[in-house]
């Protein structure tokens, strides 16, 4: 089967993980701190915190903003741990509907859902497609609200210039397996304040004043710490670093490559009159973490991809009509009509030419074009 999604590494990822197995130090460490300083320098923000998730990374972005007992405006296409972070807060979701083409939020639809109660706002960058944020920013700016950036999709993409995570109080990046920039799991969050960084880097470490291998810098251990609140077994270890630092270099070529793949699926569907395609607005630089087609005629092509040997995905189910979330349900039109029409299509680096043509064909081959 050709997979949806599928991870690309080379000889650099083997290097730098038989240098951190040999140093005997696979904890959270020197890679780590490394991984993080190369990120938020190429990221272009002040503080980079490495963290085993992005749920992770979510949580703690809303821990630090306090949501407890205010609402959240957020929406309902993406993965149910964007949505679960402001349950873990004690925060109450209010599901925003989505612009029906590249299925991210706007500034439009977010006014309309704003109270007295309003504390923030997540933003999901659907798919690497940069949600339309100058808007949005004026009107956090306005009503006094915080802005999330789920980036999980987005590493490496840009909006009028900005990288993605940069622009939003915090950005929190996924380093999930098939993500495209990867270290198995793992996640990064990013801020530009002062305080939250240094709160995280106790949260992510249970509450420990500070970490072990603070500790052990010098020429003797020092175990003493101190424990200031109740945080979380959170942190990213060496052994992801190393994995993520080897990563980070080839980013840009492999989202190139993403790019690249997407533009050529693009053109081969020009013809094929059953199928909308995501559209790069004038803002975007994607990162093109996946390939999302439209049509009536969703689970028979999903079907017919199957029996010719190619996985596809569904993304996503909206969170607001799963059981647990029945509690905030509101009527979402977009959403509620256009999840029934999607098809997420393999996209990946190392996609082959004969892989690519082979998906081609049995679209071509379904919709007879």
Sequence with gaps: MIPVFKPFSDEKE?????????????????????FENKFATYIGAKHALGLNSATAALHLAL???????????????????????ILYNGGIPVFCDVEPDNLNVTAANIEKLITPKTRAIIVVHYGGYACDMDPIMELAKQHNLYVVEDCAHACGGRYKGKMLGTIGHFGSFSFQAVKNLSTGDGAML???????????????????????????????????????????????????????????????????RRRNI??????????VPQISVPPVKSYMFPACHNFVIKTERRDELRQHLMMNGISSGVHYYPNHLFEMYKPYYKELPVSETIWKKLVTLPLYPGMTEDEFKHVIRAIWGFFKV
């Design 262 to 271: 997407t533009e050529q699926y693009k053109e081969a569907f020009a013809t």
């Design 190 to 256: 990013v801020t530009n304040d002062d305080e939250w960084a240094t709160r995280i880097k106790r949260l992510r470490w249970v509450g420990i004043s500070k970490d072990t291998f603070e500790r052990g810098a010098g020429n003797s251990y020092d175990w003493f710490y101190d424990v200031t609140e109740a945080g979380f077994k959170y942190h990213m270890n060496d052994i992801m670093a190393a994995i993520g630092l080897a990563q980070l270099e080839k980013l840009d070529w492999m989202n190139a």
């Design 63 to 85: 821990m630090c903003i306090g949501v407890k007992d205010l609402e959240v405006i957020t929406p309902s296409m993406t993965f149910v741990s964007t949505n679960h972070a």
């Design 14 to 34: 083997m290097r730098n993980l038989k240098e951190v197995i040999d140093s005997g130090w696979w904890g959270m460490g020197p890679r780590t701190s490394e």
